[in-house]
């Protein structure tokens, strides 16, 4: 984060739209910053019921803020069902069911000062509600992952087909945001790996 200029002490909240792995491994280094900081205020984490305790509590072990004071911290740990919706004085998420193994959530997030709208999907196989979640969004983000995993998704039970293949995720944003223009995308020569 220092390096893109972003001081982690202005974290004042995380949002984990579900507890796998490659979503929170960063969550000890965030903890460990901000408690080597005097001026570190609270942190709010919002996340799926069933894992955000387990997940917290587990980064907290891993520190060993049970034997070092100064790594102890006021967290405050807000559990969040799909369809519900968080919100405080700046930020709203109003968020769906994500199609994952875990519980999981897609969600629109609304600036209330500026009035800008983000809707991201999270890690969900596809799901037609998407579509109205993120209707009227000024920028979608959405993350594809084109392999036999996603197009095995089976609804009884809820399963995902073993994964077959190595190709890996793509984060695609749509915008209509003024921001800087993002660079042209290569064509199919260019994107091949060889």
């Not at 955000?52 to 969040?80: C, Y």
Request: glycine letters at 6%; hydrophobic letters at 40%.
């Amino acid at each position: 984060m220092n390096a893109l200029g972003y001081d982690p002490l202005q974290v004042r909240t995380l949002f984990f739209t579900h507890c796998h792995h490659d979503h929170y491994l960063g969550l000890s280094a965030l903890l460990f910053y901000r408690a080597m900081k005097p001026n570190a205020g609270p942190l709010t984490i919002v996340g799926p019921p069933d894992d955000l305790p387990v997940v917290v509590r587990l980064a907290q072990e891993f520190l060993q803020t049970d034997r070092f004071e100064p790594l102890q911290q006021h967290l405050e740990l807000i559990p969040l069902e799909p369809g519900e919706t968080w919100q405080d004085e700046r930020y709203q998420i109003q968020t769906i069911r994500a199609l994952h193994p875990v519980t999981a959530v897609c969600g629109r997030l609304t600036d209330k000062h500026s009035g800008a709208v983000i809707a991201f999907s999270g890690d969900t196989a596809p799901n037609a509600e998407l579509a109205g979640l993120a209707r009227g969004a000024d920028m979608l983000i959405h993350d594809l992952r084109v392999t036999m995993q996603t197009l095995g998704w089976r609804k009884n039970p809820q399963r995902y087909l073993p994964l077959q293949d190595d190709i890996s995720s793509v984060a695609y944003w749509y915008q209509t945001l003024p921001t800087t223009p993002f660079p042209e995308l290569p064509n199919a020569d260019g994107l091949e790996i060889i």
